[in-house]
């Protein structure tokens, strides 16, 4: 199976100022198809999770613009340019070259 | 409104059976292979099995294997997931998922006596 492995776990930043989330799987998640499977959730306090980032830097309909991926093969990172209050929540990396998808271990974001 | 809905939770003693069931719309449900994805209270997203479009191919994380059977229907629209010989470390939020689709609201499978 596929290890993700995100840092750092838990994450308090002030309003306005930017965060990053890295996501490292043990294997490259690079498809023969020239596409690399990795995805980025975000889960809000009370709700279910919600995709933010598709194969490694493509937005999903409706997140906003302050979220932006990237990386390649093994190494990756989610970033907010200004965080906001409503991106509190978990974020978890998910490897889906595999159908046995496998997930990073969640980074908590909290606001100062 | 693409859309995917759990049911069929609920509180089950150990050992004891219960199937859980997912109703997709607004996208070609019959096109894409389909998910189940669960949740212990407080911890982290854990997958449990996978199904392709036409059901002809299974799989399933070791901690469910021989006890979890997925299936669907097309038909309906529908992906199941049924529980035999539940554990305690079953309970969980249970969410079927499409990496491109809105998860729903999920179902709750507490087991306990």
């Known amino acids: 199976d596929i290890v993700m492995t995100q840092t750092p776990l838990s994450l308090s930043v002030t309003p306005g100022q930017p965060a990053s989330i890295s996501c490292k799987s043990s294997q490259s998640l690079l498809h023969s198809d020239g596409k690399t499977y990795l995805y980025w959730y975000l889960q809000k306090p009370g709700q279910s999770p919600q995709l933010l980032i598709y194969?490694?830097?493509s937005r999903f309909s409706g997140v906003p613009d302050r979220f932006s991926g990237s990386g390649s093969g093994t190494d990756f990172t989610l970033k907010i340019s200004r965080v906001e209050a409503e991106d509190v929540g978990v974020y978890y990396c998910m490897q889906g070259i595999h159908l046995t998808w496998t997930f990073g271990q969640g980074t908590k974001v909290e606001i100062k | 409104q693409v859309q995917l809905v759990e049911s069929g939770g609920g509180v089950v003693q150990p050992g004891r059976s219960l199937r859980l069931s997912c109703a997709a719309s607004g996208f070609t449900f019959s096109s894409y292979g389909m998910h189940w994805v669960r949740q212990a209270p407080g911890k982290g997203l854990e997958w449990v099995a996978v199904i392709s479009y036409d059901g002809s191919n299974k799989y399933y994380a070791d901690s469910v294997k021989g006890r979890f059977t997925i299936s669907r229907d097309n038909s309906k629209n529908t992906l199941y997931l049924q529980m035999n010989s539940l554990r305690a470390e079953d309970t969980a939020v249970y969410y079927c998922a499409k990496t491109t689709v809105p998860w729903g609201q999920g179902t709750l499978v507490t087991v306990s006596s």
């Open positions: 194969e490694v830097s």
